[in-house]
Nanobody, 124 residues
Framework: QVQLVESGGGLVQPGGSLRLSCAASESTLDYYAIGWFRQAPGKERLGVSCISSSDGSSYYADSVKGRFTISRDNAKNTVYLQMNSLKSEDTAVYYC?????????????????WGQGTQVTVSS
């Protein structure tokens, strides 16, 4: 199982930007699809974005389309989530997860390894 570590969270004002990183330790991400999820207090964990391992195809939840961009740098074993035009409703703990697959699983249970999460707070 690949081990994942998220970083880059923090406090940002509405309209601001953050870039989250998901780094794999002691493994390669080349053969893994990587997803980003978020969980707000008292709410279920929801998928935000995913990038496939095969051709780099990316997918986004409707709530973040046009504002978030997922990318991967396999040489650095890292996947990024660039978040722009942040809103208060983006406040949550963000998790990355890996799936040993060419494409992105269509449910959280399809991901085998999860990071510990990083807090993103959007507030003035």
């Amino acid at each position: 199982q690949v081990q994942l570590v998220e970083s880059g969270g923090g406090l940002v004002q509405p309209g601001g930007s953050l870039r989250l990183s998901c780094a794999a330790s002691e493994s390669t991400l080349d053969y893994y699809a990587i997803g980003w999820f978020r969980q707000a207090p008292g709410k279920e964990r929801l998928g935000v974005s995913c990038i496939s391992s095969s051709d780099g195809s990316s997918y986004y939840a409707d709530s973040v389309k046009g504002r978030f961009t997922i990318s991967r740098d396999n040489a650095k074993n890292t996947v990024y989530l660039q978040m722009n035009s942040l809103k208060s409703e983006d406040t949550a703990v963000y998790y990355c997860a890996s799936a040993y697959a060419r494409g992105c699983p269509n449910r959280p249970g399809g991901f085998g390894s999860w990071g510990q999460g990083t807090q993103v707070t959007v507030s003035s």
